[in-house]
C-alpha cells in the first residue's frame, strides 16, 4: 500500500515477557514486543485486555511483576516515573488529568519540567538564570500551544476547556516534555468525528516531527487510518501483530473482537 | 509576582507600616501594637502551612513543634550556653529543617494523608519532650529571662521597634513564596496538588518537592520560633502543642487556603479574635474557633480573599 506500512528499522521500546499481577489477577501475561523507532504504534484489544496496565508499567507508574522493559537499550522497569519522563517517555491518561484549575498554558509549563533546573533557591531568590529559564519556558509553552492549535485558548482555565480540548491540551502537555515515546491512552475517547480526524492528523504531524508515537485505541477507523503497525492483545497476551491490513482480516483478532468464547 | 500582586504588596506594606501610628495615639487600642508583633510571627508559620497545605495540598499538624524546636533551641542556646541570637536562630531553623526532613521522607513518598498522621504523633512526641526534659527545657513551667534581640548592633527595645523588625521579616519571607510560587517549583507544587500521578508523569519529581515544601515550611515555622522567644523572653510548652498546630491551619483556612494573601489577612484577624476579642468566652473559646472553622468550610471554602477577588469562569471543572 503507502508508505503508512514502511518496514521500521531500530527498536526503539523493547518489551520483554512483561507481566503485571495485581494480587491473584494476572493483567499482563509476558508480553514480548518491539516498537520501532518512527512509526505510529496502535496497540488494540478489547476492554480489559491489559492495554492500560501495559502503558502504566512503560510510563512507570506501575512496576512490572516479572519481565524487562528497555527504552533505547536501557531498562527502565521500576524507575520511577519523573525519571522515565526524563528519559524521553510521555504520555497522556484515558481519563484526562490535567491540572484544571491551572491555565492551559501553564499545564503546557509543566510540560518543561524535566528540560528545566530551576529549584527552591534560584526561585525564590530570583536569580538571573531563573528568570531567563522561566521566560524560555514561557516562549516554548506558546510554541507547543500553537502546534496543537490552542493558543486561543491559553489563559483559560484548562477545566473550563471542552473535553476535546482538554484531550488535546494533554498532548500539548506531553509533548513539551520533548519524549523520544508519546503513549496515547484513548486519546480519542469521547471525541466527535470532526475531533477525531483532527487528532488523526495531529498524531501524524507528532509523528513526522520524530516522535515515535503508540496509542490505545478503540475508535478502530482511527487505528486504521493512522497506524503504521498494531499490536492486539486479549486477556494479558499477545495475540497478533501487524500493519493494519493484515490485522483487519486475522482470524484470531476477528474472534477476540466478535466473542465466540 | 504579577502586577497586580506588586500593588497589593506595595499597598499592604503602607498600611502595614502606617498602622502604629493610627493606633498608638488611642489608648484603648495602643497595646495593637503589641499583638501585630505576634500576627506578625504567627504570619511567618502560616506563610508556610499556605506554602505546604494551600499550594502543595500536604497537611502538617506539627507546625507548632516546629515552632517550638526553633523557639526552643534559641532558648536554651542563649539562655543557658550564652550563644548570641544569630547564630542560635539558625541552629534552630536547621534542627527543624533536619527533623522535617527525617519525618518527611517515610511520609511523603506515599499518596495520601500520611504526613497529617506521622506529623500528629511527631508533634504529640516534641510537646512531651519540652514537657519532660526538665533539666534543658525547664519542664512545664518553662524558661523565663532570656535574652532580647539586637539587629545591627540596635536593640530592639521598644514594642514598635520589633513590630517593624517582625513585619520586615514578613514582608521579606512573603516575597520568597511569592517568587518560589511564580517559578517552574511552584507550578509543580500545585500540578501535585492536583493530578500526583500527572505531574509524576510529567517529570516532576513529587516525593523529592513535596519533602522540600515541608522543609521549608518547617524552617519558616522555627525561625517564628526563635523571634518569639526573643520577643517575649520567657517560655512554656502551652504554646507549642496540638492546639497550636491547628490554630495555624486555622488562621491559614480563614484567610484562605490558596492564597499568600490571604494567610496574612487570617492571621492577622485570628490572631485579634484568639488575643483580644474572644476572652470573653473563657472556657468556651474553643467552641468559638470550631464555629468559625464550620462558617468558614461551609460558606467560604476559600477564605476571606475570596471576597475581595472574582471568580474564574469554571464551565465544567
Known sequence: MDERSKRPHAALLQLRNVQMQFGGVTALKGISYDVPSGIVQAVIGPNGAGKTTLFHCISGLLTPTAGEILFRGLPIGGLPPHRIAGLGISRTFQHVALFKSMTVLENVMIGRHPRTFSGFWSAGLRFPRMRREERRILEEAGHYLEFVGLSGERDLPAGALPLGKQKILEIARALATQPTLLLLDEPAGGLNMRETEELGELILRICETGITVTLVEHDMNLVMEISHRILVIHYGEHLATGTPEEIKDHPAVIEAYLGGG | ?317
Open chain 2, 1 to 317: 509576582m504579577t502586577r497586580k500582586d506588586w500593588r497589593i504588596f506595595l499597598l499592604t506594606a503602607l498600611l502595614i507600616a502606617a498602622f502604629p501610628w493610627m493606633v498608638q495615639p488611642v489608648k484603648a487600642v495602643s497595646h495593637y501594637v503589641d499583638v501585630m508583633v505576634f500576627a506578625g510571627i504567627f504570619a511567618l508559620v502560616c506563610l508556610g502551612v499556605t506554602m505546604l497545605m494551600g499550594y502543595a495540598g500536604q497537611v502538617s499538624m506539627a507546625q507548632a513543634a516546629f515552632f517550638g524546636i526553633g523557639a526552643y533551641t534559641s532558648a536554651i542556646l542563649t539562655g543557658r550556653f550564652a550563644l548570641d541570637p544569630w547564630l542560635a536562630m539558625p541552629a534552630g531553623a536547621s534542627l527543624a529543617a533536619l527533623v522535617a526532613w527525617v519525618v518527611g521522607i517515610p511520609a511523603l513518598r506515599l499518596k495520601g494523608h500520611y504526613l497529617a498522621m506521622a506529623t500528629l504523633g511527631f508533634g504529640v512526641i516534641v510537646h512531651i519532650i519540652l514537657n519532660e526534659e526538665v533539666e534543658w527545657t525547664g519542664g512545664p513551667s518553662g524558661m523565663a529571662d532570656l535574652p532580647g534581640l539586637h539587629v545591627l548592633g540596635w536593640k530592639l527595645s521598644t514594642e514598635l521597634a520589633w513590630y517593624y523588625f517582625v513585619w520586615g521579616t514578613v514582608f521579606l519571607a512573603l516575597l520568597f513564596c511569592f517568587h518560589v510560587l511564580h517559578s517552574r517549583v511552584g507550578r509543580a507544587l500545585r500540578a501535585i496538588h492536583e493530578e500526583e500521578s500527572a505531574a509524576e508523569a510529567m517529570g516532576v519529581p513529587t516525593a523529592r518537592y513535596k519533602v522540600q515544601v515541608f522543609v521549608l515550611s518547617a524552617v519558616l515555622a522555627a525561625v517564628a520560633g526563635s523571634l518569639y522567644t526573643h520577643f517575649v523572653t520567657c517560655l512554656n510548652p502551652s504554646s507549642f502543642n496540638l492546639m497550636w498546630s491547628i490554630r495555624f491551619i486555622l488562621m491559614v483556612m480563614v484567610g484562605g487556603m490558596q492564597s499568600l494573601w490571604g494567610a496574612l489577612l487570617g492571621t492577622v484577624l485570628m490572631t485579634f479574635v484568639g488575643n483580644e476579642w474572644l476572652h470573653v468566652f473563657a472556657e468556651f473559646e474553643i467552641l468559638v474557633y470550631g464555629a468559625i472553622l464550620l462558617v468558614v468550610a461551609l460558606f467560604l471554602p476559600k477564605g476571606l480573599v475570596s471576597l475581595f477577588t472574582r471568580k474564574p469562569i469554571v464551565h465544567n471543572a
